[in-house]
């Protein structure tokens, strides 16, 4: 059973490009859950997604953020105009009943 | 709202040492707790869970305890390894938005041999 799979695993982007990170989930998990890393910080909570519906975005960025979770395919989150603060570390995480397991990361660096 | 705190870092052992990194927490009802590992590089690793008062997780060699009425769920491990090296995270869930985790600062730990 293959874990929970992001890609790409490190991504380079100029300041007003735009950033798209993927996560497949662990097979039969339905929740998905997107968390930020600053640099040598702890992990603070974007958004919560079930399948073509978001749950709970209240740590998103109200601005050029946004998050999804199809119905086929990956959840997708997307940064449009990134700036050198979006620089971190993103991690996709997946669940059923009441254990989260996460994936190894998506590393963004902004130049 | 939810809070973790944890002991700042980093935190410098010799090998077979005992490691203690405190944990105490705020939530309303009764969450569920979770210590993660991060080595470098990678993403997190649950090292052990629990989802009620009194109850201990464990896992590799690793304790911790539920305490409701210290709100605390301090981690341990009697004789570290340098491959323990890594950043501990403490974190909880109360369920009330599936299994939304809050994270403390976690704790860095570095086991010279």
């Known amino acids: 059973n293959a874990g929970v799979m992001q890609n790409p695993r490190h991504l380079v982007r100029r300041r007003g490009q735009e950033a798209r990170l993927r996560c497949s989930p662990m097979?039969?998990?339905?929740?998905v859950y997107w968390y930020r890393q600053l640099p040598e910080e702890g992990l603070k909570f974007m958004v919560y997604?079930?399948?073509?519906?978001?749950?709970?975005e209240s740590g998103m960025p109200k601005e050029r953020f946004s998050a999804e979770f199809p119905k086929e395919g990956p959840s997708i989150l997307r940064i449009q105009q990134v700036v050198r603060g979006d620089s971190a570390a993103y991690f996709c995480?997946?669940?059923?009943?009441?254990?989260?397991?996460f994936g190894e990361g998506s590393w963004l660096t902004v130049v | 709202g939810n809070s973790v705190t944890q002991m700042e870092g980093p935190v410098t052992l010799s090998e077979e040492a005992f490691l203690t990194i405190n944990c105490t927490y705020t939530?309303?009802?009764?969450?569920?707790l979770f210590w993660y590992v991060q080595y470098p590089g990678e993403g997190l690793q649950l090292l052990l869970k629990?989802?009620?008062?009194?109850d201990k997780g464990s896992n590799k060699g690793f304790e911790a305890t539920y305490r409701k009425e210290t709100t605390s769920f301090h981690l341990e491990k009697g004789s570290v390894q340098v491959s323990d090296s890594a950043v501990y995270f403490c974190a909880l869930s109360d369920g009330a938005a599936g299994n939304k985790l809050t994270f403390g600062g976690g704790t860095r730990v570095l086991v010279k041999p």
């Open positions: 629990a989802t009620k008062a009194d």
């Open positions: 097979k039969g998990h339905s929740h």
């Open positions: 995480a997946s669940s059923a009943e009441n254990t989260i397991y």
């Open positions: 997604l079930q399948k073509e519906n978001i749950i709970d």
């Open positions: 939530a309303t009802g009764y969450p569920s």
